[in-house]
């Protein structure tokens, strides 16, 4: 039995032609095993019973699938095969059969509002697998997409959100067909362009739990694990970096990127301790505010402007990195993360000199920070003259950097949400300022009438986590010394203890970013050939290709009831071909730590 997606699609229509930005480029990033199944060309055939799970997600695909063709979909469902519809739009265009097993009655008739389109949905039951992490609260889109005319839904569905177009039907059913799992997401394919609202924007988890869902079980994933880590700009040293000691207390390695010619003696003995207990990771950020390290912009309150340093300058300046490092008794976190995101590109020879590949945004090398603000609107983290993988930037990259293919971008961020979400922020009064989708902490100091507002940062780290996670990146909370000095050691415990209680609902490992960077770089260079179950041995088998340095870790996914579950099977490090063999139930019965 394979482990695999079967997703049909029609290569003769005009819709085809957004395939890769509606659905594959996620099967890649998330990891899935998938195979392309063109109608145009091929008839189906009995062969997708052997399938996890059938996929439609091209525009208008509904008009292609015969009578027989539905007849013989709805058996396979009825037999175990999960079914998830993301042209749901055009449900009412569906043959009887597939109508059947979403449990859906529907009109091609506007029958409860003028029209048949959407601008958002709203969450309104996030108890089930799909929705669980999800906050009930309205996404808006950029771009009304076209809504799907449900009617009446079945005893046996479960509506997990609707329209919020005044009409209050469905927008996501789950539902049992026979031994089956079927998902109906209503709305047109168009809403993962970017154009619309786009995928890394705030409704990923909803894609890829659907399809976990539906699939029939065992199911595998290699995907990124829940990871969790903290970037802090511009340390000096606050408290003698007691803040790191409440940050490990919840758990968190804090990537700390410093001033170094602000650094102590004292505060350095602390940085060794953290460093060899590995409670912390260090950067050169610059040498003090007003003076960088790997540019040289026009002063040090005007970034409108720059120019590299000259090659014997930063030959300077990196042999006084060297002997601050040595000094302390540590070595550099191979993450870059420059001040003011700003390096020529003459820097890059002297940082893979020290090993440093990994960059924490997607950087502009020889672009000032001023530059990059203006091409961008205003959004420090989205890319500048190149889209990296997998969504351009939106809501972070796993990517070589084009200048380069050594340097490794490897990052998180909210700073991407589609404009409409951004502007509903600002309109109930969550940001003051766009650096507040930067910083969580930024408009949450400095309050008038309280000086700090523990709710509101706490709500913001939340966010940067949560979408960080569903997006299957990684939870990046970012921030500023500076910010964190304007709260008491004990206002700082409280904003971590409240970011913990509410992402309480995902599952978190904590981890440094440089290991999460290497991580993502090694699970990028492999993929999965092929998966298959073997019922009467238990086991399943996977081929890998590509190359891995570091053990990764497999998810495999297991129906509980309605609920899924799922444990990590690690994978040997390999390159080139390789083939895995466990055993499904073992991996249940079986207890280990994640390391």
Same mark, same amino acid.
């Given at each position: 039995?394979?482990?695999?997606?079967?997703?049909?699609?029609?290569?003769?229509?005009?819709?085809?032609?957004?395939?890769?930005?509606?659905?594959?480029?996620?099967?890649?990033?998330?990891?899935?095993?998938?195979?392309?199944?063109?109608?145009?060309?091929?008839?189906?055939?009995?062969?997708?019973?052997?399938?996890?799970?059938?996929?439609?997600?091209?525009?208008?695909?509904?008009?292609?699938?015969?009578?027989?063709?539905?007849?013989?979909?709805?058996?396979?469902?009825?037999?175990?095969?999960?079914?998830?519809?993301?042209?749901?739009?055009?449900?009412?265009?569906?043959?009887?059969?597939?109508?059947?097993?979403?449990?859906?009655?529907?009109?091609?008739?506007?029958?409860?509002?003028?029209?048949?389109?959407?601008?958002?949905?709203?969450?309104?039951?996030?108890?089930?697998?799909?929705?669980?992490?999800?906050?009930?609260?309205?996404?808006?889109?950029?771009?009304?997409?076209?809504?799907?005319?449900?009617?009446?839904?079945?005893?046996?569905?479960?509506?997990?959100?609707?329209?919020?177009?005044?009409?209050?039907?469905?927008?996501?059913?789950?539902?049992?067909?026979?031994?089956?799992?079927?998902?109906?997401?209503?709305?047109?394919?168009?809403?993962?362009?970017?154009?619309?609202?786009?995928?890394?924007?705030?409704?990923?988890?909803?894609?890829?739990?659907?399809?976990?869902?539906?699939?029939?079980?065992?199911?595998?994933?290699?995907?990124?694990?829940?990871?969790?880590?903290?970037?802090?700009?511009?340390?000096?040293?606050?408290?003698? $970096?007691?803040? &790191? !000691?409440?940050?490990? @207390?919840?758990?968190? %390695?804090?990537?700390?990127?410093? /001033?170094?010619?602000?650094?102590?003696?004292?505060?350095?003995?602390?940085?060794?301790?953290?460093?060899?207990?590995?409670?912390?990771?260090?950067?050169?950020?610059?040498?003090?505010?007003?003076?960088?390290?790997?540019?040289?912009?026009?002063?040090?309150?005007?970034?409108?402007?720059?120019?590299?340093?000259?090659?014997?300058?930063?030959?300077?300046? $990196?042999?006084? &990195? !060297?002997?601050?490092? @040595?000094?302390?008794? %540590?070595?550099?976190?191979?993450? /870059?993360?420059?001040?003011?995101?700003?390096?020529?590109?003459?820097?890059?020879?002297?940082?893979?000199?020290?090993?440093?590949?990994?960059?924490?945004?997607?950087?502009?090398?020889?672009?000032?920070?001023?530059?990059?603000?203006?091409?961008?609107?205003?959004?420090?983290?989205?890319?500048?003259?190149?889209?990296?993988?997998?969504?351009?930037?939106?809501?972070?990259?796993? !990517?070589?950097?084009?200048?380069?293919?050594?340097?490794?971008?490897?990052?998180?961020?909210?700073?991407?949400?589609?404009?409409?979400?951004?502007?509903?922020?600002?309109?109930?009064?969550?940001?003051?300022?766009?650096?507040?989708?930067?910083?969580?902490?930024?408009?949450?100091?400095?309050?008038?009438?309280?000086?700090?507002?523990?709710?509101?940062?706490?709500?913001?780290?939340?966010?940067?986590?949560?979408?960080?996670?569903?997006?299957?990146?990684?939870?990046?909370?970012?921030?500023?010394?500076?910010?964190?000095?304007?709260?008491?050691?004990?206002?700082?415990?409280?904003?971590?203890?409240?970011?913990?209680?509410?992402?309480?609902?995902?599952?978190?490992?904590?981890?440094?970013?440089?290991?999460?960077?290497?991580?993502?770089?090694?699970?990028?260079?492999?993929?999965?050939?092929?998966?298959?179950?073997?019922?009467?041995?238990?086991?399943?088998?996977?081929?890998?290709?590509?190359?891995?340095?570091?053990?990764?870790?497999?998810?495999?996914?297991?129906?509980?009831?309605?609920?899924?579950?799922?444990?990590?099977?690690?994978?040997?490090?390999?390159?080139?071909?390789?083939?895995?063999?466990?055993?499904?139930?073992?991996?249940?019965?079986?207890?280990?730590?994640?390391?």
């Amino acid at each position: 039995m394979k482990i695999s997606l079967l997703c049909l699609i029609n290569s003769s229509k005009d819709s085809y032609q957004f395939i890769d930005e509606i659905m594959l480029r996620t099967f890649e990033h998330i990891g899935v095993p998938f195979e392309l199944f063109d109608i145009s060309k091929h008839k189906i055939t009995n062969e997708i019973n052997d399938y996890s799970a059938i996929v439609l997600g091209q525009e208008g695909i509904a008009n292609d699938i015969s009578e027989t063709d539905a007849h013989m979909m709805a058996d396979a469902v009825r037999d175990g095969v999960g079914l998830v519809c993301f042209d749901g739009h055009e449900i009412h265009l569906f043959p009887e059969p597939i109508k059947e097993v979403f449990g859906v009655k529907t009109s091609d008739k506007p029958t409860h509002m003028p029209h048949m389109t959407t601008s958002a949905i709203r969450t309104i039951d996030n108890s089930h697998y799909i929705t669980y992490t999800r906050e009930k609260e309205v996404t808006y889109f950029n771009k009304p997409v076209e809504a799907g005319n449900i009617i009446n839904a079945s005893p046996r569905c479960r509506v997990l959100m609707v329209l919020a177009n005044g009409s209050g039907c469905p927008a996501l059913i789950t539902t049992t067909h026979g031994r089956g799992r079927a998902v109906l997401f209503a709305l047109s394919p168009k809403v993962w362009l970017e154009e619309y609202f786009g995928h890394g924007s705030g409704l990923d988890d909803i894609f890829w739990k659907s399809i976990i869902w539906a699939s029939r079980k065992p199911f595998v994933m290699l995907a990124m694990p829940p990871f969790v880590t903290m970037r802090v700009d511009d340390c000096s040293g606050t408290y003698n $970096f007691k803040w &790191i !000691d409440i940050a490990n @207390k919840h758990g968190i %390695i804090p990537h700390v990127s410093l /001033f170094i010619d602000n650094i102590t003696d004292n505060a350095a003995k602390v940085i060794k301790e953290k460093y060899e207990a590995g409670l912390a990771e260090f950067s050169v950020h610059a040498f003090t505010w007003t003076h960088q390290v790997y540019w040289k912009p026009r002063s040090p309150t005007d970034h409108s402007t720059g120019e590299e340093y000259p090659e014997e300058v930063l030959r300077e300046y $990196f042999e006084k &990195i !060297d002997r601050k490092i @040595k000094q302390w008794g %540590i070595k550099l976190s191979k993450v /870059f993360v420059p001040h003011f995101g700003e390096a020529g590109k003459n820097v890059i020879s002297f940082l893979k000199e020290r090993g440093i590949t990994y960059l924490g945004f997607p950087m502009n090398f020889s672009i000032p920070f001023g530059e990059v603000l203006k091409a961008t609107g205003g959004i420090l983290e989205k890319p500048v003259g190149f889209r990296p993988k997998p969504y351009g930037g939106l809501g972070g990259a796993f !990517d070589k950097h084009p200048l380069d293919p050594e340097l490794f971008m490897a990052y998180a961020t909210r700073m991407t949400i589609p404009r409409a979400q951004l502007e509903v922020k600002i309109e109930l009064g969550e940001i003051r300022t766009v650096e507040q989708m930067y910083d969580f902490l930024w408009d949450a100091v400095n309050v008038k009438g309280k000086g700090v507002d523990i709710e509101l940062a706490a709500k913001h780290g939340a966010e940067e986590i949560k979408l960080g996670l569903d997006n299957l990146f990684f939870g990046l909370m970012i921030t500023h010394e500076q910010n964190i000095s304007m709260f008491s050691l004990e206002e700082w415990d409280e904003v971590l203890s409240r970011i913990d209680e509410l992402t309480s609902r995902y599952d978190k490992i904590y981890k440094s970013w440089e290991y999460i960077a290497e991580y993502a770089k090694n699970k990028c260079s492999t993929r999965i050939l092929e998966a298959t179950y073997d019922p009467e041995k238990g086991n399943i088998r996977c081929i890998l290709d590509g190359k891995s340095d570091m053990t990764l870790w497999l998810y495999v996914f297991a129906d509980k009831g309605d609920k899924v579950v799922y444990r990590f099977q690690p994978l040997p490090l390999f390159e080139g071909r390789s083939e895995v063999i466990f055993n499904f139930e073992g991996l249940f019965v079986r207890h280990f730590r994640f390391k």
